[in-house]
Structure formats: structure tokens, C-alpha cells
């Protein structure tokens, strides 16, 4: 019986795919264990990558290639590949980033038999980049052992659980139609798999999350309408999913980037747009009274009517000075 599917996703990332497989490839257990690699219709070589495993591990690395492009920043790709998964956990991995303990499977495999409440465990993840920025760790020495739903939600982005350190029980994951439509995976997978039971925190820097130009993070645009109307659609979804018991943090999240969305590059141009957005922005964040005047002053006032105030608020000034 298989213990672990180790599923690998990747795109364009030939540069990283083979020390990615490799680190999967030299973990020492005392289960067996699949690798899937999802490749989602790469043109840069990383296709012939995968084969050359398979064809040297075969059985235990399986090569899972689409003929095109499924979409939505890596999501279809990983539920396709998800689908094919047979063992009892889940070690997903992109195909940037590698694992540097050999003994990473076997120490969260070992928690979650310990646990059988728990939905998924975690450990520390190194962060590194390829423009030279310091590298640095994902979770702090006081990182909270035992996560629960409400430790990932919040009035701001939550996020502390690098893809590569995470260990979670197959079965657990449904998407909803909101899910299906996020360009984020993991936030929302972890308030679902959250909702099934505690996740772990194992204090060991085991794996590598690359930052690099070709990776997921960096298509996150904060001035884009899209990406931000998008991370809106998944806050409401996360809140709907919770049975809104989080609707007032949630709310307070969801306004900021609303705010964000009025600076968005497709608004510029657009007064009667980013004046509606800023009204509901003030009545979803309730703001205090000096950023009202501002919002109101920047987004909604039209620009010929600060004209004409300013105009007399200034008059009393000119009008004693020219005595």
C-alpha cells in the first residue's frame, strides 16, 4: 500500500525540475511512496526532464502530461494530478522549490499516524531568491505549534505554510466553485483541510521555497483589477465556507483590497468607477474620520469641485493679504 503520493507540479521550470524530483527521489523511509510530476504543457524542455526520470525510476516516478495548458495559475493542474494520488498523505511540492532533509516524509509521516485528529502538519521552510536578497525563514522561533481554522484567517493575508513543507491526508480536499476560480491554492486549502482538524507545526527547516521570476508568487499583481477582484471573490468564498463565524475579520480583509483596487492601473482613467468603489470601500472598512476626508477628497469629490473649494477656502487668506 502506498503512504505517500509526492505530487510535483510544474510549468516552464526545467532550470529547477531535476534537483526538485531528485530531493523526492532521496528521502529514506520505511513505506513506499509514489512521485507524480504534473507538467502543465511546458515548452521549455522540462517535459523531456520528467520522461528521463520516469524512464530511470520507473514505477516510482510517473510522469503526469497534459497536452495543453489547463489554466488558472496551476490549480487544474494539480487537481488532475491529485486525482491519480494513492497514497494516505499528500507531500505536494512545485517544481521550484526541493526538499533538504532526507528524513522530511518520514518525520510528518510518523506525526500524522501519532495524530489521527490532525488534518495536515507542517515545518520551516528556507526562502531564497534568485536576485541575491538574503535568504530567510518562513516561520519564527515562536511559530504556534497547533493551528487551527481561526489562526488563518484574519483582518489581513495570512499566510506561514511554504507548498514544500506541508504533509496533509488524502480525501479531505473538495473545491468549490469559488475555489476553482482562485489564483491562490493555498490559502484556501488550508482553511478546508483546517476544518477537518488541527495542522501541525514541526519546528525543522526541511525545504527550499524558491522566489524566482518564473514562479507563482510573482504574477501577483497588487495594481491589477484582476488579481485583486480575484483575491476578493476567494475572501467571500473562504467566509460563505465558514459558515461566515469570521465574516467581521474577513470583512475588514476583503475592503483592503478594495482600497487596493483604487489604485489599480485599469481605474486610472475612470472617475465614476473608483468614486463607486471608494463609497463601498468606506462603508466596508469604516475608516477613521481622517481617511474619510482623503478617500473622499482623492476619489469622489470631482477634481473641478477641489478646484472651486479651494478656491474659496483660500479666498479669506488673498483677500487679507492684499490689504
Request: net charge neutral; glycine share 6%; charged share 25%.
Amino acid at each position: 500500500m502506498t503512504k505517500v503520493s509526492v505530487t510535483i507540479l510544474t510549468y516552464n521550470q526545467v532550470a529547477f525540475i531535476g534537483k526538485t524530483i531528485q530531493s523526492a527521489l532521496d528521502q529514506i523511509t520505511d513505506f513506499d511512496y509514489e512521485i507524480l510530476v504534473g507538467d502543465d504543457c511546458s515548452t521549455d524542455g522540462a517535459q523531456q526532464v520528467i520522461l528521463d526520470y520516469e524512464k530511470r525510476y520507473p514505477g516510482k516516478v510517473k510522469a503526469v502530461l497534459h497536452e495543453r495548458n489547463l489554466g488558472q495559475n496551476g490549480l487544474f493542474n494539480t487537481i488532475e494530478t491529485l486525482k491519480l494520488a494513492t497514497g494516505t498523505y499528500i507531500a505536494p511540492l512545485d517544481g521550484d522549490d526541493y526538499w533538504t532533509s532526507p528524513h522530511k516524509l518520514q518525520k510528518q509521516v510518523d506525526f500524522l499516524d501519532a495524530h489521527p485528529d490532525f488534518s495536515a502538519c507542517f515545518h520551516n521552510a528556507l526562502v531564497t531568491y534568485e536576485d541575491g536578497t538574503p535568504a530567510h525563514e518562513v516561520n519564527a522561533a515562536d511559530q504556534k505549534k497547533v493551528i487551527e481554522v481561526k489562526d488563518l484567517i484574519g483582518e489581513e493575508e495570512i499566510w506561514f505554510m511554504a507548498t514544500s513543507a506541508v504533509l496533509f491526508r488524502n480525501g479531505l480536499m473538495h473545491y468549490p466553485d469559488w475555489f476553482l476560480k482562485s489564483t491562490s491554492g493555498d490559502i484556501p486549502r488550508y482553511v478546508i483541510l483546517a476544518q477537518h482538524g488541527p495542522i501541525g507545526y514541526i519546528g525543522e527547516t526541511m525545504s527550499v521555497y524558491r522566489k524566482n521570476s518564473a514562479g507563482a508568487s510573482f504574477k501577483d499583481h497588487y495594481r491589477d483589477a484582476r488579481f485583486l477582484q480575484n483575491r476578493i471573490m476567494m475572501y467571500k468564498g473562504i467566509d460563505q465556507e465558514t459558515k461566515f463565524e469570521y465574516s467581521p475579520a474577513l470583512r475588514r480583509n476583503i475592503s483592503r483590497y478594495y482600497r487596493m483596487l483604487l489604485d489599480a492601473r485599469q481605474y486610472k482613467k475612470s472617475y465614476f468607477r473608483r468614486a463607486a468603489l471608494a463609497l463601498y470601500y468606506l462603508y466596508l472598512r469604516r475608516p477613521s474620520a481622517l481617511e474619510v476626508r482623503e478617500i473622499l477628497r482623492c476619489f469622489v469629490l470631482p477634481k473641478w469641485m477641489m478646484n472651486v473649494y479651494s478656491f474659496f477656502a483660500l479666498l479669506p487668506h488673498r483677500f487679507r493679504g492684499s490689504l
